[in-house]
């Protein structure tokens, strides 16, 4: 399970290099493909907020059930997850009124794909940090069996970095493959 985590933050973590480089064109007033974010958008709403997020959630729920955490993490790590749902699902919202040809002005746009790229960097900076290794530390075997038993979707295939690449998903994975 930690394994499938630190995957996940992997390609997380390129998906936001490639919208790092939309926001500099942006700055550089260039022109850039709003579908690409849109797709990427898609796959953090559809894979990261339903089964990375939820996996993590049922991990540190455990964790800090089980084990001796600070309140202040957990309480951070909850209200990271939501705050992340929710500049997510903004940010859906703003790129579909773009590419329905509605007036956003670009310096909109710019704030709020800066905000939600250094949300999502800064968490996955905490994460892999500090939670995972601690939780590495301190959870035994039997734990992680306990865990996988507990886990549900475990048959989700991933539709953009897993073997079969969803039609939706096939412009953003050549684009991720170009580096
Ligand atoms: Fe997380
Ligand atoms: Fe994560």
Not at 16 to 38: N, V
Not at 84 to 92: F, G, P, Y
Not at 99 to 122: G, H, M, N
């Amino acid at each position: 399970m930690l394994e499938i985590i630190h995957n996940d933050h992997r390609n997380i973590n390129q998906l936001l290099r490639i919208l790092r480089k939309k926001i500099k064109l942006l700055e550089e007033d260039e022109k850039i493909d709003y579908r690409l974010i849109k797709a990427i958008i898609t796959y953090l709403r559809n894979y990261a907020d339903k089964y990375h997020h939820p996996m993590e959630d049922l991990i540190y729920a455990y964790y800090l059930k089980y084990r001796v955490v600070p309140d202040a993490i957990a309480i951070r790590l909850s209200k990271e997850h939501k705050l992340i749902k929710e500049v997510t699902i903004e940010l859906d919202e703003l790129v579909e009124m773009v590419l329905l040809d509605a007036i956003v002005p670009k310096q909109l746009c710019l704030e709020k794909l800066s905000v939600f790229v250094e949300l999502q960097a800064a968490h996955l900076m905490y994460e892999e940090s500090q939670i995972l290794p601690a939780i590495r530390e301190s959870l035994s075997a039997d734990d992680w069996a306990n865990l996988e038993q507990q886990w549900q979707h475990n048959h989700y295939e991933d539709p953009l970095f897993g073997d079969n690449i969803g039609e939706e998903y096939k412009a953003l994975a050549e684009r991720i493959n170009q580096g």
